[in-house]
């Protein structure tokens, strides 16, 4: 049965494939076949063959049934145990065709859990006039993506500082175009104290207008919100008193800027006469290859023999945060088909670049490159990644570097008076 599960009009295996709940029908949700067999013979519900949820295409959104929920869980179950007493191996991309699902089960409060719920019925508070923001948001669709990086940006203490304490000055000509104003409504929303979840369309109207390739109801990447909602966040803001100085890399001192700007140093080395050219470069995040791509990778740390290295405690083969960090920031030789002018040579040679940190951020945002594409492929890259409470980035600093040329650094041992941390 498993091998019928393709695209009836494509023939494709992947593609958010849906079954009709109606008829014998299987159709790709990317490319809207389901969509269009849903149209013709009115058939308004399918189920998704790799998680189990069903799909309205009158209500244009997923619908949550306890008693469907069940079946797809117990039909998970089954599909697990039958791969697991199969004498062959199944990989993930198998699983992925065959229809399996990927073998994570959904949170369910434990027996304990549900006894201290109902012996606390209340939501935690700070004081009695006071809450902590807790609240949840309704998928509008595939808006998973928008509300993670919503429920990041609301717990950011900097951001929330700013928007409750009614700090935008809004110049533009439409104050409902205004995505910081809405963002204003947004963190008053979530510290109102209100237990129901809070329904963002405004705000995925507003980046739909603002940021248009995100405009749509397909599943968009959440890293690609984020830079977007930032770019817009910061253009809003210039009205605002700080906007308007210039102080910062960005010639920029909004609350975007003064949160999650930084400075990346581009050192790019002559090697005939060890010349060095030096910029410096605002951005908003660091983006990190990972082991498991084709690109060529590093040795594990020398902490992966279950010892700690900058707060993060290495089981064998673990990758951590600080390994991809140290693979951002190592010199990368650029070859004979990189050749660069050099200055100080008066001609073209090869070099060497190193990435390393001028002006850290208050906010570090990292992004893992867990998608790889090539001419045939595309395929997400499952490389666990662990990562500290607390990350020391002075290995990665660019006066850290300077004084290892130099021979005087020396890593730091004072924990509490490091502003790298």
Known sequence: MAKSCICHMCGAHLNRLHSCLYCVFFGCFTKKHIHEHAKTKRHNLAIDLLYGGIYCFMCQDYIYDKDMEQIAKEEQRKAWKLQAFTPTVVSHYQCTMTGIGEKYSTWEPTKRELELLRHNPKRRKITTNCTIGLRGLINLGNTCFMNCIVQALTHTPLL??????????????????????????????????????????????????????????????????????????????????????????????????????????????????????????????????????????????????????????????????????????RPEHLGSSAKIKCSGCHSYQESTKQLTMKKLPIVACFHLKRFEHSAKLRRKITTYVSFPLELDMTPFMASSKESRMNGQYQQPTDSLNNDNK
């Open 160 to 329: 929330r500082d700013f928007f409750l304490s009614d700090r935008h000055k809004c110049e533009m000509q439409s104050p409902s175009s205004c995505l910081v104003c809405e963002m204003s409504t947004l963190f008053q929303e979530f510290y109102s104290g209100h237990r129901s979840p809070h329904i963002p369309y405004r705000l995925l109207h507003l980046v739909w207008t603002h940021a248009r390739h995100l405009a749509g109801y397909e599943q968009q990447d959440a890293h690609e919100f984020l830079i977007a909602a930032l770019d817009v966040l910061h253009r809003h803001c210039k009205g605002d008193d700080n906007g308007k100085k210039a102080n910062n890399p960005n010639h920029c001192n909004c609350i975007i800027d003064q949160i999650f700007t930084g400075g990346l140093q581009s050192d790019v080395t002559c090697q005939v006469c060890h010349g060095v050219s030096t910029t410096i470069d605002p951005f908003w995040d660091i983006s990190l290859d990972l082991p498991g791509s084709s690109t060529p990778f590093w040795p594990l740390s020398p902490g992966s023999d279950g010892s700690v290295v900058n707060g993060e405690s290495h089981v064998s083969g673990t990758t951590t945060l600080t390994d991809c960090l140290r693979r951002f920031t």
